[in-house]
DNA sequence: TAAAAAAACTGACATATATCATATTTTAGA
DNA sequence: TCTAAAATATGATATATGTCAGTTTTTTTA
């Protein structure tokens, strides 16, 4: 099994704080396990017991809510650490994680992160910054949820994934999304969804050949987002 | 000027995890203010240099959308603390204060909060635990404002809003929200927030006498709420 | 207290979006 | 490869909600 101490990954989280003597010991207590695709890693009201580390893959965060709807609430990607806040908080899962390709992921024991919490006020601090900025950005889509209309949001949906995932030479975006998944992202129907990215399509905003798709002119696709 | 190792409000919040010693320093370094009613306690885009700490009064706290309409995020009241999240990702605010009614704060400045941050991992911890409770609200609103109606979202939050503010004897709670304001917390238009309230009037399940109201039968609001 | 301004309210109407039904295409399984 | 199931797509329709316009009531201020 690999070690977190030779781990690229851990560069883009809090984990990079933590001292070599410290990356030792987690790497000790670590499990490795690969999720496939359409699988959970956990779900809501599980006991997580520790946090995971993605080496590899995107899930889906998501709950139900009392209509019987699903709603995402982020996607997770290489580099992220899912599951700290039901740690820290010591409460079950809130939310439900599902992978939307295969993924490579460690989990970290609480007891292990707990104990770097308390001696290592670096990490801590950066712990704390990282979840300062989960939670602004949690307030942003609130107004957005709240205030825009659903062609407003889909655009937006569409522009930010690009910045947040791989983009291949010719622009195809390394994300594996149902039309129903980009429903529950923005909070509508799927057929919603469907058609207004069919719209989308024949403005020549964006490209879909199946799950793939490109962003084809972002300034329009802004311009959208913003109410017109 | 009142001591802080005195003040029965910190016992509502992460500061009563600070040591005499402490809270001696802070409350040397502290500055009380009174907030008039309708007068912000800050606005987006300030630069805050530290935190605030509620000893009396409510005030909103909301953003605009790019659509230019406002949104409340959340109530703040007595024995809570506000900017610690601007402070620890140490950028503007994200987000605009506003009283409510006559309010009395103290403002702690952010290097003394830092210096307890860096040296008292009881505090740290407390305020982590706060934030992933503030998140994991956030994410309960979000799924609400995707998938739920104005009038489930409307129910929920008389029922919310009668769960965390003082009722007197008589059923009135202790709150000063304008048509617009529950508008802005629902994220509807106030003519829209208007008409629902009228309705719940009609049907006796809350009682308005100008701004004062009063929650007649929770039971069927939470039904509402549900989607029924 | 009167006048002006703001807030609350009501109605008419427009429209974004959900829902239901059905067709077509794609994917997965045997 | 064939079949069944799932996903995507499209149309018709209902409905929740926004918008605009105007009235009444309350609050502020001069």
Do not use: W, Y
């Not at 908080?89 to 970290?108: H, K, Q």
């Amino acid at each position: 099994m690999s070690k977190c101490e030779q781990c690229i990954v851990k560069q883009f989280n809090s984990l990079k704080h933590l001292s070599r003597e410290e990356l030792k010991r987690v790497s000790a207590c670590k499990t490795s396990k690969i999720i496939k695709k359409g699988k959970p890693l956990f779900e809501e009201g599980d006991r997580i017991n520790g946090v995971f580390c993605i080496k590899d893959g995107v899930c889906k965060v998501s709950k139900m809510s009392e209509n019987g709807r699903n709603q995402i609430i982020s996607l997770i990607k290489k580099g992220d650490i899912i599951g700290e806040r039901s740690l820290i908080s010591d409460e079950p899962a809130n939310l439900t994680a599902i992978a939307l390709d295969d993924m490579e992921v460690c989990f970290i024991p609480k007891e292990e992160i707990i104990k770097d919490l308390e001696k290592n006020p670096g990490f801590t601090m950066s712990v704390l910054k990282d979840m300062a900025n989960t939670l602004k950005k949690a307030d942003n889509v609130i107004v957005d949820m709240a205030q825009k209309t659903v062609k407003q949001r889909l655009a937006e949906t569409l522009i930010r994934l690009k910045d947040k995932f791989d983009v291949t030479d010719d622009g195809i975006i390394n994300l594996q999304l149902s039309r129903e998944d980009f429903a529950n992202i923005v909070g509508t129907a799927t057929e919603s969804a469907i058609r207004l990215l069919s719209d989308f399509k024949k403005r020549g905003l964006v490209e879909f050949k199946g799950k793939e798709f490109k962003i084809l002119d972002t300034k329009s696709l802004e311009k959208i987002a913003q109410g017109f």
